[in-house]
C-alpha cells in the first residue's frame, strides 16, 4: 500500500514540473509586469488543460519505464470517462481529480498487461501494448458510466470537504501545513497537495488554491502564503543555527555546505538538503519544524495574506507574485519573527540535547568523524571518505567507484551499493530522491550509499526504501537502468 502511494506521488511529479514554468510565463505575461498577452496566453493554456496533463502526466509516471505509450492511453482513457459521465450528468466536473484518476487506472493496466509476451491472437489489435489501450478503453467506459451516476453524491461530498476546510479557515489551513510537513519523510505530501493545490474550493469553474490563485480568485492563497516565511526565514535560520552549534574546527566546512542550502531554501523554496540534516538526528525536532509551518499558515490565513506559487514559496515567486497577493509584504515580518524563533528553538535544542547534527559528530579513536558525510555536497563527501567508514566498507566503496568522474561510475556503484541490478524491482527519480523497490532491502549497503554521496537513506518497510541523492536523482536514474 505504502509502495503504491510512493509511486502515486512520484507519478504526480512529473505533470506538477511544467508548474514553474507555465507559471513563470503567467505572471510575466501579465499587465503588472511586462504586459505580453502572448505569455500570459501560453501560460495559461497549461493552467487550462491541467487535467489532461495529469492524466498524461500519472499515466507515463506510474507506467513502468515511462513508456510514452501509456502518455496516449492515458488521454483517451481521461476523454471517455469525462465525456461519457457528463452525457449521463452535465454537472459532474471531475476536473484534476479525473485526470489523476484516469493516469493511474491507465498505468495499472499498463504495467499487468505490456509485460506479457504477445499471444498470436493478440498480434492484430498491435501486441500487448494494443490489448492494454483495449482493456483501459473498456474500463475507462465501465467508470464512464459508474461516475455518471455515483459522482455527483461524491462530487457533493467533497465539496463538503471543502467546505469543511474552509469553514475551519485558519485552522484548516494550519492542519494542512502540519500534514504537509509530516508526510515529506515518506514522499507522500503531494498526495495532499494535489487536493489542496488543484482540487480546493471553486471560482468560475477553477478549482484548486493555486489555479484559483493565477486565475484571480481574490480568495485563492490562504493555503499557500504561510509557506513563505518558513522557506524563505525560517528553515535557513535553522540552518544557520547548526552552523552556530557546529564544532568551531568544522564550522567552516559546515558553513559552506549549509549556507548554500539556506539560500536556496530563500531563492527557490527547496527545502529538502536543510529537513533531510536533521530529519532522522532528530524527529522531535523535525516534528517541532511540522508545527511550527502549520502556524504560519493559521496565522497568515488568520490575518488575510493571500498569495502564492507555481513552483515553492521562495524568493523568486515572492517577488514574481507581489502585485497578485493579497497583503504580501506582511510575510516578511511575519518571517523574520519565524527566523528567530526558529534560530532560538534550533540552537538551544542542539545544544541542550546534543544533537549530532552536521559537524557536531564525535571523533572515534583513529581521530576520524563518522558520519561527517551525511550531508549532501558530493565533493564534501568524497573528501571525507577515506576516514569516514569501517576498513570493510573502504574495500566495498573501493571496489564499487573505480570511476566516480562520470555519471555511468556513479550509477554502477550506487546499483552495486542497493545489491546489484537483480536485486532492484524498480527505481524511479523523484526531484532529489531515488525511490526503490527492492528484492532484498538486507542487500542495501547504507554506508556505502553515504559514501557515494547520499544524504539520506528511508526504509519504508521490507521492500520500498528511498534514498536522497540530490539534483542529480533524475540523471542518475537514466543511467542506472543502463546496466538494469
Not at 506479457?116 to 494494443?130: L, M
Not at 534560530?343 to 576520524?368: C, H, L, M, W
Not at 537513506?457 to 521492500?463: A, E, G
Request: glycine share 12%; with cysteine.
Amino acid at each position: 500500500m505504502l509502495g503504491q502511494l510512493q509511486r502515486i506521488g512520484k507519478a504526480l511529479m512529473l505533470p506538477i514540473a511544467v508548474l514553474p514554468a507555465a507559471g513563470l510565463l503567467l505572471r510575466l505575461g501579465q499587465p503588472d509586469t511586462l504586459n505580453i498577452p502572448f505569455m500570459a496566453a501560453a501560460g495559461n493554456a497549461v493552467f487550462n488543460f491541467l487535467p489532461v496533463l495529469f492524466a498524461i502526466g500519472v499515466a507515463v509516471g506510474f507506467a513502468k519505464n515511462n513508456h510514452g505509450f501509456a502518455g496516449l492511453a492515458g488521454f483517451l482513457s481521461y476523454e471517455i470517462l469525462t465525456d461519457g459521465a457528463q452525457a449521463i450528468n452535465k454537472t459532474i466536473n471531475l476536473d484534476a481529480l479525473g485526470g489523476i484518476l484516469a493516469g493511474i487506472i491507465t498505468g495499472l493496466i499498463f504495467n499487468a498487461v505490456s509485460k506479457r509476451r504477445d499471444a498470436k491472437w493478440a498480434q492484430f489489435i498491435g501486441g500487448s501494448k494494443g490489448l492494454a489501450v483495449v482493456l483501459i478503453t473498456l474500463v475507462s467506459i465501465i467508470l464512464a458510466l459508474v461516475f455518471g451516476y455515483v459522482w455527483p453524491y461524491v462530487q457533493m461530498g467533497i465539496n463538503h470537504l471543502g467546505g469543511w476546510i474552509g469553514a475551519l479557515g485558519a485552522v484548516g489551513a494550519g492542519i494542512y501545513g502540519l500534514l504537509n510537513r509530516l508526510l515529506i519523510p515518506f514522499g507522500l505530501h503531494h498526495v495532499v497537495n494535489s487536493y489542496i493545490w488543484f482540487v480546493y474550493g471553486d471560482w468560475h469553474g477553477k478549482t484548486g488554491d493555486m489555479t484559483r490563485f493565477f486565475a484571480g480568485d481574490p480568495s485563492a492563497g490562504g493555503f499557500m502564503a504561510g509557506m513563505f516565511p518558513i522557506m524563505m526565514f525560517g528553515l535557513p535560520s535553522a540552518a544557520l543555527a547548526m552552523v552556530a552549534a557546529a564544532k568551531p574546527e568544522r564550522r567552516r566546512v559546515v558553513l559552506g555546505i549549509m549556507g548554500a542550502a539556506a539560500l536556496t531554501s530563500f531563492l527557490t523554496g527547496v527545502t529538502e538538503p536543510i529537513e533531510f540534516s536533521f530529519m532522522f538526528l532528530a524527529p522531535a525536532l523535525y516534528g517541532l519544524h511540522a508545527v511550527l509551518t502549520g502556524l504560519s499558515l493559521a496565522i497568515c490565513y488568520a490575518l488575510g495574506i493571500r498569495d502564492g506559487f507555481n513552483f515553492s514559496a521562495g524568493l523568486i515567486d515572492f517577488v514574481l507574485n507581489r502585485n497578485h497577493a493579497t497583503h504580501g509584504y506582511w510575510l516578511i515580518p511575519i518571517g523574520i519573527a519565524f527566523g528567530i524563533v526558529y534560530f532560538v528553538v534550533f540552537y538551544f535544542s542542539i545544544k541542550i540535547f546534543n544533537i549530532k547534527t552536521p559537524g557536531r559528530e564525535d571523533q572515534d579513536a583513529s581521530g576520524s568523524v563518522p558520519g561527517a558525510g551525511f550531508i549532501f555536497d558530493e565533493m564534501q563527501v568524497a573528501a571525507d571518505a577515506p576516514a569516514d567508514v569501517p576498513a570493510a566498507t573502504q574495500a566495498q566503496v573501493a571496489a564499487a567507484t573505480t570511476d566516480l568522474s562520470t555519471m555511468a561510475g556513479k550509477a554502477r556503484a550506487y546499483l552495486d551499493a542497493l545489491g546489484g541490478a537483480e536485486n532492484v524491482v524498480e527505481i524511479e527519480a523523484c526531484t532529489t530522491r531515488l525511490r526503490l523497490n527492492l528484492k532484498d532491502m538486507e542487500k542495501l549497503n547504507e554506508p556505502v550509499l553515504k559514501q557515494l554521496g547520499s544524504s539520506g537513506v528511508i526504509k519504508l518497510n521490507q521492500h520500498n526504501a528511498q534514498v536522497v541523492v540530490g539534483t542529480t536523482a533524475d540523471m542518475l536514474v537514466e543511467e542506472m537502468k543502463q546496466f538494469m
